[in-house]
């Protein structure tokens, strides 16, 4: 069982910068593939980035490539996505997920979520 709560959403004026947060609890969080998605209002979760159990291998969809950055600390349990440059097309609610599976592009893939956090950014 894992519990994830996203924090750092907020609002910022596009080209602005952000970091989210994603706190994990329970056993063998470094056993977990984590990933971030985002929700715009009236659409499904989309897939924006992840990053395997290690640190090493990180993924991201083409949108955000070169402007979002995922990174992990096992010791703390925590994961992040660091977002710059950012633009109104980016805006949605970000939620965090843990997956065990090799996949890791699609909702289905991952077995837990977070509550997510509000990310808006005006134009």
């Known amino acids: 069982q894992m519990h994830l709560v996203e924090s750092g959403g907020g609002l910022v004026q596009a080209g602005g910068s952000l970091r989210l947060s994603c706190a994990a609890s329970g056993d063998m969080f470094n056993t977990y593939r984590m990933g971030w998605f985002r929700q715009a209002p009236g659409k499904g979760r989309v897939f924006v980035a992840a990053i395997i159990w290690s640190g090493d291998t990180t993924y991201y969809a083409d949108s955000v490539k070169g402007r979002f950055t995922i990174s992990r600390d096992n010791a703390k349990n925590m994961v992040y996505l660091q977002m710059n440059s950012l633009k109104p097309e980016d805006t949605g609610v970000y939620y965090c997920?843990?997956?065990?599976?090799?996949?890791?592009?699609?909702?289905?893939?991952?077995?837990?979520w977070g509550q997510g956090t509000q990310v808006t950014v005006s134009s």
């Open positions: 997920g843990a997956s065990r599976r090799a996949s890791y592009e699609f909702e289905y893939d991952y077995e837990y």
